[in-house]
């Protein structure tokens, strides 16, 4: 009778998991081109026909992915959301842990400030789809679109970024963080910032740049901290009774 030897099973000729790889890759190469689509053309100039085209995808791929055109935008509104909490998330926690710290002197509360700063730059101006992001948002806020992004944001890292500021600014200058003129202050402080965003393009040209990547970025960022303290130690001195 022959040896008969056992030998081990032959593995698979394709990973168990490929095909959610897979479609986890096609999905995410959809959203990818239907966030470009839309920032370019808002919501009503972006068809579902354009996006699966430029996606490379049949019409029934996209909508098994997502149902609809309301599907897909939602999907890029919630691309858009995720990244900014996943990014600044942490930086938000580590600033809290500063502001409720009721012995942080002046120097910390003003680095932790600082680290929102450059954590919302980092967000707004590195990635390579900064610029469509930037798109989507403003159509987000102008356009007939279906208005979900600053839904999302709300409900996430968003409120609290602006809270932690806040009171780290309020500790910093001695002053109420309940009055209005606080959180307006804040927003001109990081609107410092959303310009570089916002007028990306135009403002590139005019400072003679051939890009805005991660040395022009540093550069916008130790900026915009000057004058942040500049503004805030003045705010502080003006805070301070005679």
Same mark, same amino acid.
């Given at each position: 009778?022959?040896?008969? &030897?056992?030998?081990? +099973?032959?593995?698979?000729?394709?990973?168990?998991?490929?095909?959610?790889?897979?479609? @986890? #890759?096609?999905?995410?190469? %959809? %959203?990818?081109?239907?966030?470009?689509?839309?920032?370019?053309? $808002?919501?009503?100039?972006?068809? &579902?026909?354009?996006?699966?085209?430029?996606?490379?995808?049949?019409?029934?791929?996209?909508?098994?992915?997502?149902?609809?055109? @309301?599907?897909?935008?939602?999907?890029?509104?919630?691309?858009?959301?995720? $990244?900014?909490?996943?990014?600044?998330?942490?930086?938000?926690? !580590?600033?809290?842990?500063?502001?409720?710290?009721?012995?942080?002197?002046? #120097? !910390?509360?003003?680095?932790?400030?600082?680290?929102?700063?450059?954590? /919302?730059?980092?967000?707004? /101006?590195?990635?390579?789809?900064?610029?469509? *992001?930037?798109?989507?948002?403003?159509? #987000?806020?102008?356009?007939?679109?279906?208005?979900?992004?600053?839904?999302? =944001? @709300?409900?996430?890292?968003?409120? *609290?970024? $602006?809270?932690?500021?806040?009171?780290?600014?309020?500790?910093?200058?001695?002053?109420? +963080? &309940?009055?209005?003129?606080?959180?307006?202050? %804040?927003?001109? =402080?990081?609107g410092q910032v959303m310009v570089f965003s916002l007028g990306r393009r135009s403002l590139v040209s005019k400072l003679g740049w051939e890009r805005m990547g991660p040395a022009e970025v540093a550069l916008i960022k130790q900026a915009a901290l000057e004058h942040c303290r500049v503004l805030m130690d003045s705010w502080r001195d003006g805070a301070r009774p005679e």
């Amino acid at each position: 009778m022959a040896n008969m &030897t056992s030998r081990p +099973p032959r593995p698979p000729r394709h990973r168990a998991d490929a095909g959610y790889a897979r479609g @986890e #890759e096609t999905r995410r190469r %959809i %959203i990818e081109v239907a966030l470009r689509l839309f920032g370019e053309r $808002g919501y009503e100039g972006a068809s &579902t026909r354009d996006i699966a085209a430029a996606a490379r995808v049949n019409a029934p791929a996209l909508q098994y992915y997502f149902g609809n055109k @309301e599907g897909v935008y939602r999907a890029c509104a919630a691309y858009i959301a995720d $990244g900014w909490a996943a990014q600044v998330s942490p930086v938000v926690a !580590q600033a809290q842990a500063v502001a409720d710290d009721a012995a942080a002197p002046a #120097e !910390q509360l003003f680095d932790a400030f600082g680290r929102l700063l450059e954590a /919302l730059a980092d967000y707004q /101006l590195v990635p390579d789809d900064a610029e469509h *992001r930037r798109l989507f948002i403003a159509h #987000e806020q102008v356009g007939p679109g279906p208005g979900m992004l600053f839904e999302m =944001l @709300e409900r996430g890292a968003h409120p *609290r970024m $602006g809270e932690v500021a806040t009171q780290l600014i309020a500790r910093y200058c001695g002053i109420d +963080p &309940t009055d209005p003129v606080v959180r307006m202050r %804040i927003m001109m =402080l990081f609107g410092q910032v959303m310009v570089f965003s916002l007028g990306r393009r135009s403002l590139v040209s005019k400072l003679g740049w051939e890009r805005m990547g991660p040395a022009e970025v540093a550069l916008i960022k130790q900026a915009a901290l000057e004058h942040c303290r500049v503004l805030m130690d003045s705010w502080r001195d003006g805070a301070r009774p005679e």
